[in-house]
């Protein structure tokens, strides 16, 4: 019997009518991420630990314990979301956000990957958030 | 007004809230007793309002999700509501108390039962239960 577990991802994309370097700051700055994701205390470089806070529930301290992976400016940003100790559930996931500069703005990618079978109702209801949180994105890019 | 209060397990700890609400009981009742409002304010679950029903309650954030379950052991109409909370190994009694005051009501939240050793647990439930309350007056208010 196999041991290789099949994970599942979350793509949503949306064009937004701003140049990459604009999404980009609202990406990366710590007080614009907590306005359209949650409080924070990322930084831009490679190999930085941040935390994501939320309201604990039981089981979980509302703490995600992140880790960036890949920066490269105005293009791809890449970060480790659980590192497997916040909660009984052990969750490990990666978010992937990639521009792409489009004709009036910028085709952004999120792909948050890593979701085992018993995540599955965990990455549901991210599956549900996701597109109003790059909508608060778009927001929030286009007011800085 | 009640006067009965559930005694926690010897060494065990509780969480203990309190909140004055501008409303009468009957209203803050609704909001506690009403599955489609507990959802708003604390979780989707299969509630109903009746001595020993067993219900569960589900919640997810960031990707992480978890389930409760959960018996009412005490059900006093505009006073007291109590229910098992029984979650990731921990065990626990959730009562609510309701006392009505000048301008308003004292609601009381009392979670017990829980292990002095599990400071993760507790910090969580205070930290948590803060926040279901205030969403809680919100739900009563728009009501």
Known sequence: MSTATQTKSIVVER????????????????PMIAEWLMKNDFKPEPGHKFQFRATPMPGWSGITNCEVKEVIENQRLVYTWGDGTESDSGLKTVVTWTLTPTANGTMVRMEHSGFRPEDENGRKAMSGGWPGILERLEKKAGEA | ???????????????????????????????L??????????????????????????????????????????????????????????????TFTLVPEAGGTRL?????????????????????????????ETVVGKA
């Not at chain 1, 064009?15 to 710590?30: D, F, N, V, Y």
């Open chain 1, 15 to 30: 064009t937004m009518p701003h140049s990459p370097g604009k999404i980009w700051r609202a990406l990366t700055q710590a």
């Open chain 2, 1 to 31: 007004m009640s006067k009965e209060t559930e005694t926690p397990q010897a060494g065990t700890r509780s969480v203990v809230i309190e909140r004055v609400m501008p409303h009468p009981p009957e209203k803050i009742w609704r909001a």
């Open chain 2, 33 to 94: 007793t009403q599955s489609a409002m507990m959802a708003e304010w604390l979780m989707p679950n299969d509630f109903e309002a009746k001595q020993g029903h067993e219900f569960k309650m589900t919640w997810s954030n960031n990707g992480y999700s978890g389930v409760i379950d959960s018996k009412v052991t005490a059900i006093e109409p505009h006073s007291k509501l109590a229910y098992t909370w029984a979650s990731m190994g921990v065990d626990t009694l959730v």
């Open chain 2, 108 to 136: 009381r939240m009392e979670q017990s039962g829980f292990d002095p050793a599990n400071k993760q647990a507790l910090g969580g439930a205070m930290h948590g239960w803060t926040g279901f309350l205030e969403k809680l």
